[in-house]
């Protein structure tokens, strides 16, 4: 699975201009999920123009509740109407600038399965926590209380991206990506069962890029990538797609 975040970036006509390149330059490439995640006021449009293609749509957050009166918010059923598929779920830059908790995330991804939209729930530790050497800790956290009540990892997946990593070109080296998607993998098995977590999508996301992401892919519990800024540019995106499917 590789997924573009473009954060908030792009008016809908350079959205749906992206997603057209992209569907334009993976034609033929099989073998996986390739999503997009442009902001909320293109998501329609680019839905549009991904229709009968195989890229999915993901929007970059959601709410807890199905409606009402929270200004601002935008629920699961709304996005599933507006064409996404997928909705990333606790990003780090929605827990640092809008103060989201676990506690949030986990109503997040509750309602957004319940609306039949699949989470794509991010975790990662600080440049300090890892310093302190509390990465697991962080991340056990994280993981552990993002997905409390949830029975089934069925349409769930799972982004490591530690935050020091986030837009800065410093990428956790391959190893130590794998080092932490072990740690996950090792957590969920003991709550869903080892074939769950075998089958469950860890993405690594951090400064990816078409020159690094051979090596990331790699290792054997990288099942994919989140990508911010290399997602931003057709020629970067759809060169990490085909570095990825060996096309
Ligand atoms: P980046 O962003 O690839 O620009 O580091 C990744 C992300 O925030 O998902």
């Not at 064409?83 to 991804?109: M, P, Q, W």
């Not at 991206?161 to 740690?183: D, L, M, R, S, Y």
Request: hydrophobic share 40%; net charge negative.
């Amino acid at each position: 699975m590789l997924a573009g975040n473009w954060k908030m970036h792009l008016t809908i006509g350079e959205s749906i201009a992206l997603a057209r390149a992209v569907v334009e330059g993976t034609t033929g490439v099989t073998g996986g999920d390739v999503i997009v995640a442009p902001v909320f006021t293109a998501l329609a449009s680019v839905a549009g123009v991904l229709e009968g293609s195989q890229v999915a749509v993901a929007a970059q957050n959601v709410f807890y509740e199905d409606k009402g009166a929270y200004t601002g918010e935008v629920a699961p059923a709304m996005l599933r109407d507006a064409g996404c598929t997928y909705t990333l779920i606790g990003h780090s830059e929605r827990r640092k600038y809008f103060h989201e908790t676990d506690g949030t995330v986990n109503a997040r991804i509750k309602k957004a399965l319940s609306a039949g939209l699949k989470p794509i729930v991010c975790v990662g530790e600080t440049e300090e926590e890892r310093e302190k050497g509390v990465t697991e800790f962080v991340i056990g956290q994280q993981v552990k209380v993002g997905l409390y009540g949830i029975d089934s990892l069925e349409h769930v997946t799972v982004a490591y991206e530690p935050v020091w990593a986030i837009g800065t070109g410093k990428n956790a080296t391959p190893a130590q990506a794998q080092e932490v998607h072990v740690f996950i993998r090792r957590l969920l098995g003991g709550v869903y069962g080892g074939a769950a977590a075998d089958s469950v999508r860890l993405l690594y996301g951090g400064s990816v890029t078409s020159e690094n992401i051979g090596r990331l892919i790699g290792m054997e519990d990288i099942d994919g990538a989140l990508i911010g800024g290399a997602s931003l540019k057709s020629e970067s995106f759809i060169g990490i797609i085909k570095t990825v499917s060996g096309g």
